[in-house]
């Protein structure tokens, strides 16, 4: 069956349908494009058609181009890759470039056939653009319907047109918060926004009729009329070149020069708009070519698409495991972790027990939830009735009996070994045989807490980040004594939850934090080696990560960190390697320097709580160096701290499966999410140069960067991690 399909109708309408058979949401393949192709061709040559409308025969119109196939476009385009992939892109422009001409007469813009676009849903990416190259868009009134271009999410931009067409429609300006920032919109704001025409409870049959009555002057672009001036102005008119300058400030500032995609179509937006239509889709498929060559890209749709989407649906799940979906969950502990479980299981759904020491704690712990809907609904995300529904099934004791009928628990206490041993034990001597125990510690040994449980092969661990509504990686954690059931039952309840799972092996710090401390450590060892302090977090900000390692500190606090520091030590004895940083830490806990909560760490605090700026009283301890390194060395210390533990976890079998480090990585802790997380970004350096360059780091700083063997066996084999371990290209 071919994804698109033409009826010819008595009244001169020809209706296109777009339906992919084997997907939920039609997405464009390279195949269906010139199905597409055929379908226009014929309409326009026949005589006995008046006028084309596009549609879909989903509740939807299009989900954009499949990411499979954009993913493969450089390896598919032959031997010279970079001309491969524009001709390419110039032959979408010229199908979509025919719809939009509909074989007008060139000189005088008439004789051309009436095309449009009749959406029953969702549009996204070449799902709006093929639209756009359309001379009219209907859409149906659908609410949970969005519509925009979200390309610059994924690592790329529009480069079907969308980011020319949508430019010349709204102007720059107009045009920035869908381009640059993948702003996406329900029918009727589109519709007030100008990226659609109409609003209509059966936009196939509105498109018809407008078909039917349309004019030669209907069906000319604004661009392709005489006198045309672009809205709000070109680049070289007074207004629209400050729109250009603001627009390149605003996109440096929100992306420090990190993510390609936005830079590369702020350039093809800037020249584009200087020079004929046909000339500006040639711009942009040079800017688009720049980006598919770019690693960059290819790694951001790998990892935040191709690789999260298998996790979620079930990529290392043991396969021979019956459904293992939660229908009662008991949560030990009302805290801020716990309140914020309860709220995403009782959203989704399932019945929440929650259980802590004092009425009043659980009571808080409910509240969290109620609180939340509140927000909802002052932002008419939620009602009072979902409100209510959610509430109800949220029960709030003190009495473990309450547990009996739960088929997953999730202990969310203290990060104490007695008191965790103290409540699974309790939890034991209520509940029956098949129920799962899972503790959310992010530091604790699994295996060693296990042993408090009368059934350890039913005994997981589940590493929760916090917020818990708000962060979506759950790092699901192995012990050596932990069963597939187990397993399986944490992969069901993180997808219920709508979470994004890994599943690692039990070992010290399990892999977020074994590689997130690292980070944190090498910024607070460069302040004690005299490093500027604005050098170390903007370093780490033009670096692409979310927040730099002293900011990062001071929001989870100095004495948790000298706390863990602590326990580390006392694990790893002569082996401890961070007892330099551990003077900066300890100086820090003496002062009182606590961090965020008590308004005084590497930041200074005002009485709200809103940074300042970096403090002078860690400065005046220690004082900046008069020699200060480079920024490609702070990054690259910064980097490989965080890099090389992911090697050495995937090493020591801690890590499974790369896919799982490398998104693990991005949405756990913010790993640089422009180069595809940090096994991907070692392969975009190349394993020779890493290996080189953690000798000479090793050599400048210290064994902490000492080469791992695996690393240096791919670099003298010329291998990298996708190419040696990507478990997704087996099961392709």
Avoid at 326 to 344: P, S, W, Y
Avoid at 421 to 433: H, I, L, P
Avoid at 476 to 489: F, H, Y
Wanted: glycine share 10%; net charge negative.
């Amino acid at each position: 069956m071919t994804d698109f399909t033409m009826e010819k109708h008595a009244d001169g309408v020809a209706i296109i349908t777009w339906d992919v058979a084997d997907k939920s949401m039609n997405v464009l393949s390279l195949e269906g494009l010139e199905t597409l192709d055929s379908l226009i061709d014929d309409a326009l040559a026949d005589e006995t058609v008046k006028g084309v409308v596009i549609t879909s025969g989903k509740d939807s119109f299009a989900g954009g181009m499949d990411l499979n196939v954009i993913a493969k476009m450089k390896e598919m385009a032959g031997d010279n890759p970079a001309q491969g992939l524009f001709e390419g892109t110039m032959r979408m422009h010229g199908i979509l470039r025919k719809i939009e001409r509909a074989n007008m007469d060139p000189k005088t813009n008439k004789g051309g056939k009436p095309i449009a676009a009749a959406l029953p849903g969702t549009a996204l990416g070449i799902g709006l653009e093929l639209p756009l190259s359309t001379h009219r868009i209907f859409a149906a009134p659908n609410p949970k319907a969005k519509i925009g271009l979200p390309e610059i999410m994924v690592g790329i931009f529009p480069g079907a047109g969308g980011t020319t067409r949508l430019t010349r429609k709204l102007g720059a300006m107009g045009a920035s918060p869908f381009l640059l920032e993948g702003k996406l919109l329900d029918p009727i704001k589109a519709q007030k926004a100008g990226l659609i025409d109409e609003i209509a409870a059966n936009p196939v049959e509105a498109a018809r009729d407008w078909v039917l009555n349309a004019k030669d002057a209907d069906i000319v672009k604004p661009w392709d009329a005489k006198g045309y001036k672009m809205p709000g102005g070109a680049p070289y008119h007074p207004a629209g070149f400050m729109t250009f300058v603001g627009a390149s400030a605003m996109v440096n500032g929100k992306t420090k020069g990190v993510y390609p995609a936005a830079k590369a179509m702020l350039s093809a937006v800037y020249e584009g708009a200087m020079v004929p239509f046909d000339t500006a889709l040639k711009i942009e498929a040079r800017w688009f070519t720049n980006i598919l060559m770019n690693p960059s890209s290819g790694n951001m749709i790998r990892s935040l698409f191709i690789n999260k989407e298998a996790l979620e649906k079930g990529a290392v799940r043991p396969a021979d495991v019956a459904d293992q979906r939660v229908q009662k969950v008991g949560i030990l502990g009302a805290g801020m972790m716990g309140a914020g479980i309860a709220l995403v299981s009782a959203q989704a759904g399932i019945e929440v027990v929650l259980l802590d020491q004092k009425q009043e704690a659980a009571d808080r712990g409910k509240a969290y939830t109620a609180t939340y809907m509140d927000k909802g609904i002052a932002r008419k995300k939620a009602t009072p009735e979902k409100k209510e529904e959610v509430l109800a099934r949220i029960e709030a004791t003190t009495d473990y009996a309450a547990l009996a009928d739960c088929d997953l628990i999730v202990e969310a206490v203290f990060e104490d070994p007695k008191i965790k041993a103290e409540v699974t034990k309790a939890v034991d001597a209520v509940t029956n045989a098949d129920c799962i125990f899972a503790t959310n510690t992010s530091t604790l040994p699994i295996t060693e807490l296990a042993k408090a449980s009368k059934n350890p092969e039913q005994f997981i661990g589940i590493h929760f980040f916090s917020p818990v509504e708000k962060m979506m990686l759950v790092e699901i954690i192995k012990g050596k004594a932990t069963g597939d059931r187990a397993v399986a039952k944490a992969l069901d309840f993180t997808r219920q939850i709508r979470k994004t799972p890994i599943v690692v092996n039990d070992a010290r710090f399990f892999y977020a934090n074994r590689c997130i401390i690292p980070y944190i450590n090498e910024g607070i060892r460069m302040v004690a080696e005299g490093v500027s302090p604005a050098l170390i977090e903007n370093a780490a900000k033009m670096v692409g990560m979310p927040l730099g390692p002293l900011q990062l500190v001071d929001e989870t606090s100095i004495d948790l960190g000298a706390k863990i520091a602590r326990a580390t030590k006392a694990a790893m004895g002569d082996a401890y390697p961070d007892a330099a940083v551990d003077e900066v830490i300890f100086w820090m806990e003496g002062e009182g320097r606590l961090g965020r909560k008590a308004s005084a760490g590497f930041y200074d605090y005002d009485e709200k709580g809103k940074r300042t700026g970096l403090s002078a009283t860690v400065k005046a301890q220690y004082p900046e160096a008069d020699a200060q390194p480079s920024l490609i060395d702070v990054q690259h210390r910064l980097l490989f701290a965080q890099s090389l533990e992911a090697v050495r976890a995937l090493e020591e079998g801690v890590l499974m499966d790369i896919r799982e480090g490398d998104v693990g990585a991005i949405l756990g802790w913010g790993f640089a999410p422009w180069s595809g997380g940090p096994l991907s970004w070692l392969d975009m350096l190349g394993a020779a140069y890493a290996a080189e360059r953690c000798d000479q780091l090793t050599e400048q700083f210290g064994d902490r960067f000492t080469c791992p063997p695996l690393l240096r066996e791919m670099a003298d084999k010329n291998q990298s991690f996708y190419g040696r371990f990507d478990k997704s290209a087996d099961a392709a």
